[in-house]
């Protein structure tokens, strides 16, 4: 926050040097004088005897003095300049397009050469024309004032640009109460000395190109825009900078009461009218000729409204898609502790911060994850398919897409949760706390077992069930213990080993294996890559992992972009990076933000993140490093991918009431899951796997569309082979 100090001054210092040449007789001052206490006005002639010596004391009364001098003293010797609030501005990965804003008050603030100079010239000319000349307070303007309102004329306020400035930043400062900033905009003689003192402590510290481009930044130009950028966007659909004379004759007229003579929602006539005196005031000072402002004028009024989104809600009608990713950041954003101590804090910081925000999402990648996931679903269907894309190495969040459209329009009553939805589908929380992503959570049991010492070529003979020593009941038991069965024991029963086992996703195997190493540990290495526990039973099952014997084979609730980025940390060579929506952030300053960089830490050895990876080409493809895959259960996704380096997992739970895949290369990891979110006994079927692997598959391929192919990383022959 600035500070502007004020230089004190005694009474009898303003002395009488400065008295206006040709001011008014003394008759006409006297009759202002006898009408001061019923216009108002005896706060401003006391400023100005104080601040600025404008008038002789002998004019004015010793009790008038008096009571200007004690409100003079009596204000605080510092005026604090806060930035007001402003907007902040969200854009896709190009820093050009626009995703949406989120503020309080629609204002961003610019510099001055940023700023048309004909509209700089209009505003001088229609609210302070000698603002170039006078020093904060100018006389002329108030005895001209004093005078006229004393006979009974139109009212004159005589405040200068300075003054209108001071009033807007006390108006906005929010470390005075509500009330004191009401009272920064009453029609009071206090007001009016507390404005000529900062005023003139302004000019003695500012130059006259600072006032006007924080003027021109503060000011509230109606329709809900404040400042010269927001009313330029508002009104004309332009930039500052490219106003036209008419334009900015309109805008500068706007400023004596911008929300009764707009032309949108208030008066047309008046805002003609307005531009009118504005433009005849610009070619009295010389700024224009008199045939320029009479061509200016005789153009038709051209309004180009455009109203500027705020919030998730508010995002491009055409990419109403891109809620969910919005909606996402900011989760995010209210997480990061440099945007406040809380996330009320975060929250304000957001909407008043001015910030400029440019996020990761890629529009080309985000059209085509939609367009896959409405080629597994449609937007009729009671069905989702959520689906997120993150970059490997970075965590940088490229595409989040599901056959819903973020909004809060109602939806059709024979089926009121969709189309339309703002539940977070794609990343959870807000009560959202995922979905079963069924085998997908092998990978985290083989991570754990290779971190443990065990090799890839860990043998066993998986039957059709195992006893385990974990308890159990009902149809999944034996002897009251829990008895897990391969899904298709002809092909996935027999001697098997990380390699073959995951490609074939052979559940007693991995279930052996995590008996082998203890569940905790499985459970603790999808903790490690990011898996998070949403869910009251799943919190409480992790809290006694010892006992989730069932935890490899994915009954725990997940989201697309939790496990999409815990596949990414396996990509990037152990390297988990927390989930990032953001390239870069900058304040209203133009500093850049440290919480845009990525947060990324080594969890899992390279060497056991290549070995996993090699295992994980098995499912599918027929490649790896050893040539030891025998079968995979989406083997089409290579031949989708132009035969790529690629590796992945597929998924059912229970019943098959998901089907998931999860896919990466060393640039991009994608994960979709087809599941009712509202009804988890609607058992989307086998029959959709092929789909949902194929639309993952097709996110990728075009998330990669003109990269480089990269190769995995061959694990070490001791890690892949013990020996």
């Not at 006007?212 to 659909?237: E, P, R």
């Not at 790529?644 to 999860?662: M, W």
Request: glycine letters at 10%.
């Amino acid at each position: 926050m600035r500070l502007v100090r004020v230089r004190r001054r005694a009474a009898h210092e303003a002395g009488d040097s400065h008295a206006a040449a040709g001011a008014p007789s003394r008759s006409a001052l006297a009759r202002g004088l006898r009408g001061m206490a019923r216009l108002a006005l005896c706060g401003v002639i006391s400023g100005l005897v104080v601040a600025a010596g404008v008038l002789p004391l002998a004019l004015i009364g010793g009790s008038t003095v008096n009571a200007g001098r004690d409100i003079w003293v009596n204000l605080p010797s510092n005026l604090a300049m806060p930035p007001p609030p402003q907007a902040t501005y969200v854009y896709a990965n190009d820093g050009r397009t626009l995703i949406t804003t989120f503020y309080d008050e629609n204002r961003k603030d610019v510099p001055l050469d940023q700023i048309a100079p004909v509209l700089q010239q209009a505003v001088v000319a229609a609210e302070d024309t000698r603002f170039y000349q006078h020093r904060g307070v100018d006389g002329r303007s108030v005895l001209r004032a004093l005078v006229s309102n004393g006979r009974g004329g139109a009212q004159q306020g005589a405040s200068t640009l300075t003054m209108q400035y001071v009033r807007n930043v006390l108006k906005n400062d929010p470390s005075l109460s509500p009330r004191q900033r009401v009272d920064a905009g009453a029609d009071t003689p206090a007001r009016k000395v507390r404005e000529m003192r900062y005023a003139t402590m302004l000019e003695q510290h500012l130059s006259k190109q600072d006032i006007l481009k924080g003027y021109l930044n503060i000011a509230y130009f109606g329709a809900g825009a404040y400042g010269i950028y927001a009313a330029s966007q508002t009104y004309f659909g332009k930039s500052a900078l490219d106003l036209t004379l008419p334009e900015a004759a309109l805008l500068a007229g706007l400023l004596q009461s911008p929300d009764g003579d707009n032309p949108i929602s208030g008066d047309r006539d008046a805002a003609l009218q307005r531009r009118a005196y504005t433009l005849d005031a610009m070619a009295k000072m010389g700024v224009i000729s008199a045939a320029d402002a009479a061509t200016a004028q005789a153009q038709e009024l051209k309004i180009n409204e455009r109203d500027l989104p705020n919030n998730c809600v508010s995002v491009p009608p055409a990419h109403n898609d891109w809620g969910f990713f919005c909606d996402y950041f900011r989760q995010w954003w209210g997480s990061q502790p440099e945007f406040g101590a809380t996330p009320a804090d975060r929250d304000e910081a957001l909407r008043t911060g001015g910030y400029t925000v440019v996020t990761s999402l890629d529009p080309g990648i985000q059209a085509s994850t939609l367009s896959q996931s409405l080629s597994v679903y449609g937007y009729g269907s009671a069905r989702s398919m959520p689906l997120a894309v993150v970059t490997p190495g970075s965590g940088r969040v490229l595409a989040m897409a599901v056959n819903r459209h973020y909004s809060l329009a109602p939806n059709p009553p024979q089926h009121p949760r969709y189309p339309n939805s703002v539940n977070q589908l794609i990343a959870g929380g807000g009560g959202v706390a995922g979905y079963q992503a069924g085998s997908t959570f092998k990978m985290f049991t083989m991570l754990a077992a290779l971190d443990a010492g065990l090799p890839l070529n860990t043998r066993f003979n998986a039957p059709s069930r195992l006893a385990t020593g974990w308890p159990g009941s009902g149809p999944g038991s034996c002897g009251g213990r829990w008895c897990p069965a391969n899904e298709s024991p002809s092909w996935m029963n027999g001697d098997r080993t990380m390699w073959n086992g995951f490609g074939r996703s052979v559940n007693t195997y991995f279930v052996w294996l995590e008996q082998q190493i203890g569940a905790r540990r499985v459970v603790e290495m999808a903790q490690r890559l990011g898996i998070t526990f949403r869910s009251g039973a799943d919190a409480a099952m992790a809290a006694k992992a010892d006992q989730w014997g069932s935890f490899t084979l994915g009954v725990a609730s997940t989201t697309p972009l939790d496990l999409a980025n815990a596949y990414a940390a396996v990509a990037a060579g152990g390297l988990y990076c927390q989930p990032l929506p953001v390239l870069s952030i900058t304040d209203n300053a133009g500093k850049p933000v440290d919480a845009a960089a990525p947060k990324c830490r080594q969890v899992i050895s390279s060497d056991v993140a290549a070995a996993a990876t090699d295992a994980a080409r098995c499912p599918v493809s027929r490649s790896s490093a050893y040539n030891k895959c025998d079968g995979g259960t989406a083997e089409n996704v290579s031949g989708i991918l132009g035969g790529r380096p690629v590796a992945g997992k597929t998924g059912s739970s229970e019943y098959n009431s998901t089907e998931t895949f999860v896919g990466f290369t060393p640039q991009v990891a994608a994960a979709g899951i087809a599941v009712n979110v509202d009804n988890p006994n609607d058992q989307v079927g086998s029959g959709i796997a092929g789909s949902v692997n194929a639309a993952v598959a097709q996110t990728i391929a075009a998330a990669l569309r003109g990269q480089p192919v990269q190769a995995f990383q061959p694990p070490s022959r001791v890690r892949a082979l013990g020996r």
